[in-house]
C-alpha cells in the first residue's frame, strides 16, 4: 500500500506564483584559447573557464513548455564559444566581447554575470587559476 498521492498539475488555474528573479546559466565551461600578454601564451594557449548567468523572464517559457520563449543554452554556448576563439590580450577585453555579443544575439536578456579565469597562468604562484568577473545590466 502506497502513502504517496498523485500530483495533478493545477498550473492552468487562476493562482499563479510570482517569480522574482530567473536565470540560465553555464558552469565551468572550458575552452582551450590564446589569450595573454605573454608570447608563450598566445603560441601554446591555455585552458579557460566560463560561469555565466543571463537574467530573462522566461515564465511563459516555464508555463507553456515552449523553447520560443525563452534562450537555448546551446545558442548561448555557441556564441561564448565564438568570442573564446578570438585571441585577445587581457581577459577584460574577451569578457567584455562576450558580454556585448550575448546582449547583442539575445535581446531578452536584462543583466550578465561572467566570470572567465586562466587555469595555472603563469605567474609563477601555487593557483588554480586566476580571471576577472564582470556583472552588467542592460
Known sequence: HSSVQEYKNTSNTNQKMKS?????FLSNVKFYARHGVGAQETLVGNTFIVDLRLKL???KAAESDDLNLTISYADVYKAVKAEMKTPSLLLEHVSQRIINRLFHDFPTVEAIDLKLAKQNPPMGADIDCAGVEMHCER
Not at 20 to 24: F, G, Q, R, S
Open 57 to 59: 523572464d522566461f515564465s
Open 20 to 24: 522574482k528573479d530567473m536565470y540560465i
